[in-house]
């Protein structure tokens, strides 16, 4: 059974992109793996505060509630992360996460010597995220951050599920296309992880 990490990053408990996400935590759980869930915006996270204490042992110095999700990103077999699109870019929640994986980022590049080369991770991810409009670029921006935070971790993007035109809450509602797609895709991503 894999450990799969489910990571909410709207600021609306009941947003679009939870919605999808919770059909994607059901679709890995319905394939037979662990699904841990952390709301972002119920924790206590500080932005980063660039002081690189990480240096010492590639932990953050920070206590407070990204100690815990430290741990669960080691430890995980993968992650399932859903943000809004906020000014072409995730949401804040999220951004405040990825920030705070710096310390990971020197764990692997400077305390462990990693290549910044190409390698072959193990460790699989899972991107949703949605947009009000349905610019060509919307999610330009998201994925080139994505991509690079997913490095630092460890991870590769294994799927994006990008819908655009989805404004308020509960707009995801009524394409039960794209929810059924994010409940595929939770099947996918616990299969994709078991071959690895
Ligand atoms: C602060 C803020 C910034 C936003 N910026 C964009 C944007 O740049 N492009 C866009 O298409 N939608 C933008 N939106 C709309 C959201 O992406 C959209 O409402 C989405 O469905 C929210 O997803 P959620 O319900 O999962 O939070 C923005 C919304 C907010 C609140």
């Not at 953050?60 to 992360?81: E, P």
């Not at 949703?128 to 630092?152: C, Q, W």
């Amino acid at each position: 059974m894999a450990k799969i990490l489910a990571l909410y990053g709207s600021p609306r408990r009941r947003g679009n992109t939870s919605l999808l996400l919770q059909k994607a935590v059901q679709g890995a759980r319905d394939a037979g793996d662990e699904v841990d869930e952390v709301i972002l915006r119920e924790l206590k996270m500080s932005p980063c505060l660039e002081i690189y204490g990480c240096k010492e042992t590639g932990r953050c110095v920070i206590q407070d509630d990204f100690q815990k999700l430290y741990d669960q990103i080691l430890s995980c077999d993968g992650i399932m992360l859903a943000s809004p699109i906020f000014f072409y870019a995730v949401s804040a929640h999220t951004k405040i996460l990825m920030d705070r994986c710096q310390s990971l980022w020197v764990k692997r590049y400077w305390l462990e010597k990693g290549s910044h080369e190409k390698r072959e991770p193990k460790r699989k991810a899972l991107f949703i995220s949605v947009g009000a409009t349905k610019g060509k670029k919307l999610f330009d921006g998201v994925l080139l951050s994505i991509r690079y935070f997913l490095d630092a971790i460890d991870m590769e993007l294994w799927q994006a599920l990008l819908y655009r035109g989805l404004d308020f809450e509960g707009d995801i509602l009524k394409h039960p296309e794209y929810l059924e797609e994010a409940y595929q895709a939770g099947i996918g991503i616990s299969r994709a992880i078991k071959k690895t």
